[in-house]
């Protein structure tokens, strides 16, 4: 079992910005690929941005304008920098984590998940 808190939710007008963090254990950040999805109500889980252990990154076509990931290994900590924010960015943030090597945009090859943090966009 790896343990990942996330942090960082709440309320925020559209157009405003938050940054989540994942803290995590240290050999995750490095040999594991980490990730961040979402799930709206009434929507199936979907992926936000991913990381590998590497360091090499990717996001969602939809979101990559406005979201990034990025992490700082000395805090064992994954980050999600989300700009410009929309009532459709409106759910609960998930962190998670997979064995292997690649980042996968499917939430079921995900292997460790955070318990979640909720993002509320008011318009």
């Known amino acids: 079992q790896v343990p990942l808190i996330e942090s960082g939710g709440g309320l925020v007008q559209a157009g405003g910005s938050l940054r989540l963090s994942c803290v995590g254990s240290?050999?995750?950040?490095?040999?594991?690929?980490m990730a961040w999805l979402r799930q709206a109500v009434g929507k199936e889980r979907e992926f936000v941005a991913g990381?590998?252990?590497?360091?090499?990154?990717e996001a969602a076509e939809s979101l990559q304008a406005r979201f990034t990931i990025s992490r700082d290994i000395d805090k064992n900590t994954v980050y999600l920098q989300m700009n410009n924010l929309n009532s459709d960015d409106t759910a609960v943030y998930y962190c998670?984590?997979?064995?292997?090597?690649?980042?996968?945009?499917?939430?079921?090859?995900?292997?460790?998940w955070g318990q979640g943090t909720q993002i509320t966009v008011s318009s």
């Open positions: 240290g050999r995750t950040f490095t040999e594991n690929p």
């Open positions: 998670a984590a997979r064995q292997g090597s690649l980042v996968k945009t499917s939430a079921s090859d995900y292997d460790w």
């Open positions: 990381m590998t252990g590497r360091g090499w990154s």
